[in-house]
């Protein structure tokens, strides 16, 4: 996985932690493991177990874990609350896997971002130089 998926992923973790009022420590505590079991089961398709495991603050075995006790857990209500808000927030942001990127294609994405940017910072000097006039008036 990219370096770029996983940071998002991790940003997920994060949303998905605050809208359960959870703050992200490392604890054995019943709502916290649902939590995690909950946010590994929505995300096991867009990442590896050792990934999600870094995400989480676990190793693969409790990725693997939880993904196994889904089925029985989904009898909880506070696991299925949880497990809607994972989904929630997957669906709200996405996380976009290049499949097979063409390297033509990114390297012309590079490039034409390049130029933007020099664009960009062309105006943001005429700005500031506007400002300063203004400014002084």
Not at 29 to 45: Q, S, T
Request: glycine share 2%.
């Amino acid at each position: 996985m990219r370096h770029f998926e996983l940071q998002k992923i991790r940003h997920n973790y994060s949303t998905f932690m605050t809208r359960l009022g959870l703050a992200d420590t490392d604890t054995r505590k019943r709502e916290y493991a649902l939590a995690r079991g909950a946010f590994i089961k929505a995300y096991r398709m867009h990442a590896s177990l050792v990934e999600l495991g870094q995400v989480v603050g676990r190793d693969h075995s409790s990725v693997v874990h939880a993904c196994k006790q889904h089925e029985a857990r989904m009898m909880y209500k506070d696991y299925r609350w949880s497990y809607n808000v994972a989904c929630s927030v997957r669906d709200e942001n996405p996380i976009e896997v290049l499949e097979n990127p063409d390297i033509k294609s990114l390297l012309d994405e590079i490039k034409r971002l390049n130029e933007q940017t020099i664009e960009l910072s062309k105006y943001k000097e005429l700005y500031l130089t506007l400002k300063k006039t203004f400014d002084e008036f």
